[in-house]
């Protein structure tokens, strides 16, 4: 068998990103987590490069995350291509890009194996996303720089059925080309849809100076408006799909970083986090969490919403003026607290490389824990973090080019 030892970033060779992956030696393992069949267990999607330079995605159970080392082979139901994962109640969403526009879902049988609940393959071009909505559907999301309309589906969550299909013309969002997704929460009334211009032939991001979110009624999926924030630039940004995230009391916060880490080519305006008021469709006049203060000038482009106004961010510790385009490193965790602007990080846990990925994907919440894969030295580490007294704690090592979905089922 192939023991994948050397990580290095998946950034842009595959999806825009740059950077080459790991070539492997063969040796044994007797020390290896067998996989799991049963209920409470954790389930990761792993991805392996294959000599053609295609990968392949393995969705794996392990019952134990936190010693041995674990890896995909001989298990697990496998995808080719480049997908993307959600977990929304208990089962696996597989968004698959890269040529293939489908989504489909994984969930345990009688038995307590995985196995493929079907999906759709009809869409014109691949989903963006999905979400949960808060009357138990999911809303997907098509944007394409090749086409001139945003569409956007809700869908039956246990048949994978289309419900509903609603089209609004992108020149509604911008008279710039080049809309690229960042993020999308379903509030009551409305879907907040957010955005940033990037050039299709270049990436160049030349319109930096607003922070825009579309609102659309829910859920007759309609048009309804664009909202504007001139305090700081544009919401999100390229692949992380963190720009727009939704607390308790359905309030939406709005990340804007203009990162050159992820995918900004200038940067005009402060870093910082924006609220839409529950049920409002403006930004809130009062509320701006300014990161040069709180965070000495750095930023981020991840957040994974973990409850009572708390989000685990991956920070970058470099200023944006001196972070190496497309690299989105180095990363460092740290709990945010939205309601009285503090930040606090993890210390245990190294700086480390990301993926320019949902961090709602690949880290895991569980209770009073974080589950994340860091990469540190030439290999791949799960690291445990305790929500209670921000620490942390090194579990198994992952025999994998990179993690792109950690679950619970």
Partial sequence: MKKFKKFSLLLISSLLFGGSLLLSSCSEDDNKTDEFQGEDAFALSLAYQGTDGNFTYYTVKFEDVMSGSLSAFGKGIDQLGYFTYNQIGDKIY???GMGTN????LENDANGDLYETGGISSFDNSLNDVVETEDGKLLGVEISSTSDVVV????????LTVNATSTTAVSNL?????????????????????????????????HTDVAQVAVFSYPELE????????RTGPIGGFGTHSGLIKDESGNVYALSHSNPANGFSQFTK???????????????????????EVAEGKTTAHL????????????????RADQSTWSDSPLKPAILDLNVQTIDYIDEVPEHSGLGR??????????NYVYMCIPEDVSLYVYRINLQDYTAVKGAEVEANFVAGFFKL
Avoid at 358 to 367: E, F, P, V, Y
């Fill in 270 to 292: 402060e870093a910082a986090i924006l609220r839409i008021n529950s049920g409002a469709t403006e930004f809130d006049p009062d509320y701006f969490f300014a990161f040069d």
């Fill in 152 to 159: 956007l589906h809700t869908l039956d969550a246990a048949s």
């Fill in 102 to 105: 489908s989504l489909i879902g």
């Fill in 358 to 367: 949902k961090l709602a994907s690949t880290a895991l919440h569980d209770g």
């Fill in 94 to 96: 597989s968004i698959g």
């Fill in 223 to 230: 048009f309804v408006k664009i909202i504007e924030d001139t």
């Fill in 174 to 206: 911008t008279s710039a080309s080049g809309p690229s997704f960042s993020g999308m929460v379903q509030s009551g009334n409305y879907v907040y849809l957010s955005y940033y211009i990037s050039d299709p032939a270049t990436y160049a991001t030349n």
């Fill in 304 to 319: 994974l919403y973990l409850g009572n106004g708390k989000v685990l961010a991956e920070m970058n510790m470099k200023a």
